[in-house]
């Protein structure tokens, strides 16, 4: 069903990069492009630094990423968008249209947690790493749910 996947979070150099890296880590049954895109992307910025040194302290290099805009052309029929909070859902909508609704979910509700993943901007690195923790553990059910939709669809 998801040829696409795009993770959003407010700038791109957070929440939204260690996901899709965490997501490309994980056995996926078929081939799906993940991407990570930012709300508010005024120009191109590396990942944030200590998101950088936690991914690098558990074996993922993220050398070279450079935040991008969500653009509408981002999005087709078979793009899913997640993003971290629901907060974040109306400025999607205003970037891709409202048509997108239902394309649009925020990832712990998708995955059926009920705690939002926390943004750690600005706080200590051991926050980052708590945030890096619960991104692993969420994106694994991701993987999971986005396997059974292959299956469901027929699409292995």
Excluded: H
């Excluded at 926050?127 to 694994?140: Q, R």
Aim: with cysteine; aromatic share 6%.
């Amino acid at each position: 069903m998801w040829d696409k996947v795009i993770f959003v979070c407010k700038s791109g150099t957070c929440r939204a990069p260690m996901a899709a890296a965490l997501l490309r880590e994980c056995s996926l049954k078929r081939e799906i492009e993940i991407e990570a895109r930012g709300l508010v992307v005024l120009f191109p910025e590396p990942l944030n630094q200590k998101v950088s040194a936690v991914m690098i302290s558990n074996g993922i290099n993220l050398e070279g990423y450079m935040s991008e805009q969500l653009m509408a052309e981002d999005v087709d029929a078979n793009t899913l968008i997640i993003v971290m909070e629901a907060k974040e859902i109306p400025q999607v909508l205003g970037i891709v249209g409202e048509d997108k609704l239902p394309q649009v979910q925020v990832l712990t509700t998708l995955v059926g947690e009920e705690l939002e993943i926390m943004d750690p901007y600005g706080a200590p690195l051991p926050s980052y790493g708590l945030c890096f923790e619960s991104l692993s553990k969420t994106i694994k059910k991701l993987a999971a749910w986005l396997n059974e939709q292959g299956e469901a669809s027929g699409n292995e």
